[in-house]
């Protein structure tokens, strides 16, 4: 990307929502989560600028509700840059033997949704965030297959961004490098929906790769 990104687009499930309303109240349509942290820092430190930012993240989805949504909520906003976070739902819905988690579409939906928007909107940045676990609450009692679930789609996440030329946020040891300050409830209260110090910990990582990237918001 030549110029640096005007419109900025959060996009995911409950971790990005983060409480967001449906308005377009500007005091709550950010949400409580990293997607506010990330656009009250760079809002205020590039007033001058006046950059757009939205959030999109959806509590519950999995990559095919992502897919699924893609066109409303993505490709009409005209973002120049999206920032994605997804995969804990997918692996949630499988663990819990629902019907919506039968067959793991978590690698398809994600592949669709790149290859749609490269498509459309070819000069689009992209950003893919790692999903992440740490071992407590609703990941403790099959903790080992959370593991092996997750990490799939952690490797698979990864694979994308380096086939689609996105910038890869790791965030997996982010948070196992945490557990030497605090316990893992301290930083995701169930395992997986992090904590303000969990949202925190992942707005930092962002901006420290997201700003030393080349598609850097300045």
């Excluded at 995911?12 to 983060?18: E, K, L, N, R, V």
């Excluded at 663990?95 to 459309?120: C, I, Q, W």
């Excluded at 490098?177 to 409830?185: G, I, R, S, V, Y």
Aim: glycine share 10%; proline share 4%.
């Amino acid at each position: 990307m030549s110029t640096s990104p005007s419109v900025i687009l959060f996009q995911g499930d409950s971790i990005t929502d983060g409480g967001r309303s449906r308005n377009d109240d500007p005091n709550h349509f950010l949400g409580h989560g990293y997607a506010y942290l990330i656009s009250s820092k760079l809002g205020m430190e590039l007033a001058g600028k006046q950059k757009t930012f939205y959030n999109r993240g959806i509590s519950g989805d999995r990559a095919s509700d992502l897919y699924a949504r893609w066109n409303e909520d993505t490709i009409s906003l005209k973002p120049d840059l999206i920032s994605i976070l997804i995969g804990v739902n997918d692996a949630w819905r499988t663990m819990n033997g629902e019907p919506s988690g039968v067959t793991d579409r978590f690698g398809r939906a994600y592949r669709h949704l790149l290859e749609e928007t490269r498509e459309v909107m070819p000069d689009t940045g992209l950003i893919l965030m790692e999903p992440f676990i740490l071992r407590t609450g609703a990941t403790a009692e099959k903790w080992e297959a959370w593991e092996e679930y997750i990490g799939q789609y952690q490797k698979l996440a990864q694979g994308l961004a380096e086939e689609f030329g996105a910038v890869w946020v790791p965030l997996q040891q982010t948070f196992n490098d945490a557990l030497k300050q605090a316990d893992a409830a301290y930083w995701l209260w169930d395992g997986v929906h992090p904590t303000a110090a969990g949202h925190e910990l992942i707005a930092r990582q962002w901006l420290s790769v997201v700003q030393n990237s080349p598609l850097a918001i300045v």
